[in-house]
């Protein structure tokens, strides 16, 4: 009558492969959520980037048809493309639409933003 009050070799042996397991699992899901967590601060920093830029055309840059580029922070590339949309001779407006995109990062991501501007026209009295 040897009653053994322990665990089998065997026991223990698929106890740590269990817990192996659900580490390994816990682990992924900790490792993508950093991954997730740097991809939105991209992001982030890429539409306050867009939406400094949109709001400073026509105020601290000429509300004219062109296009101008520049890089910020050496990782994100933004090109501005101003085009004319309407001109109305009864109001004497004109309509231009701005386009902002910022790119960024080895995968090629890119945010596009745009908006539409209003300036007076030139030859009006």
Same mark, same amino acid.
């Given at each position: 009558?040897?009653?053994?009050?322990g665990?089998?070799?065997?026991?223990? $042996?698929?106890?740590?492969?269990?817990?192996?397991?659900?580490l390994?699992?816990?682990?992924?899901?900790?490792?993508? =959520?950093?991954?997730?967590?740097?991809?939105?601060?991209?992001y982030t920093?890429?539409?306050?980037?867009?939406?400094?830029?949109?709001?400073?055309?026509?105020?601290?840059?000429?509300?004219?048809? #062109?296009?101008?580029? =520049?890089?910020?922070?050496?990782r994100?590339?933004?090109?501005?493309?101003?085009?004319?949309?309407?001109?109305? &001779?009864?109001?004497?407006? $004109?309509?231009?639409?701005?386009h902002? &995109?910022?790119?960024? #990062?080895?995968? =090629?991501?890119?945010?596009?933003?745009?908006? $539409?501007?209003?300036?007076?026209?030139?030859?009006? $009295?």
């Amino acid at each position: 009558m040897n009653k053994n009050k322990g665990f089998s070799l065997l026991e223990i $042996l698929v106890a740590f492969n269990i817990m192996a397991m659900a580490l390994s699992v816990c682990l992924a899901i900790f490792s993508q =959520g950093v991954n997730n967590a740097g991809v939105s601060e991209n992001y982030t920093l890429a539409t306050q980037l867009a939406e400094s830029i949109l709001a400073s055309t026509g105020i601290e840059t000429a509300l004219e048809p #062109g296009q101008t580029d =520049g890089v910020v922070l050496d990782r994100f590339h933004w090109h501005v493309t101003i085009e004319e949309a309407f001109a109305d &001779s009864e109001s004497s407006l $004109l309509l231009y639409a701005v386009h902002v &995109s910022v790119s960024w #990062g080895d995968e =090629g991501r890119q945010l596009l933003l745009t908006e $539409l501007k209003t300036r007076p026209q030139d030859n009006v $009295l």
